[in-house]
């Protein structure tokens, strides 16, 4: 099974950037396509942002934008470039595949938006 391990999380002021990272302990470059998705407490997990393994990328309305996901298959790699965050952007980020049967989940990277 692949291992998933977000990073880069942090607390942040609001109109702040945050960069984060998945390390993916088996090859990303045949899944069709990935997701980062976020999930807050007593809330169910929500996909924010997902690119296809051609790199075609969609969003979550709510962070349209602000985020920009990418993807580096040759170090099994990707990638949630976000910008302008505000608190409500506060939440645990997980990455995994979006379409089909999931990895098991990593840990997350918590981001916490707050003056």
């Known amino acids: 099974q692949v291992q998933l391990v977000e990073s880069g999380g942090g607390l942040v002021q609001p109109g702040g950037s945050l960069r984060l990272s998945c390390a993916a302990s088996?090859?990303?470059?045949?899944?069709?396509?990935m997701g980062w998705y976020r999930q807050v407490p007593g809330k169910q997990r929500e996909l924010v942002a997902g690119?296809?393994?051609?790199?075609?990328?969609d969003y979550a309305r709510s962070v349209k934008g602000r985020f920009t996901i990418s993807r580096d298959n040759a170090k099994n790699t990707m990638y949630l470039q976000m910008n302008s965050l505000k608190p409500e952007d506060t939440a645990v980020y997980f990455c995994?595949?979006?379409?089909?049967?999931?990895?098991?989940w990593g840990q997350g990277t918590q981001v916490t938006v707050s003056s």
């Open positions: 690119i296809t393994n051609v790199g075609i990328t």
């Open positions: 088996g090859s990303i470059s045949n899944i069709l396509r």
């Open positions: 995994n595949k979006a379409y089909g049967s999931s990895w098991p």
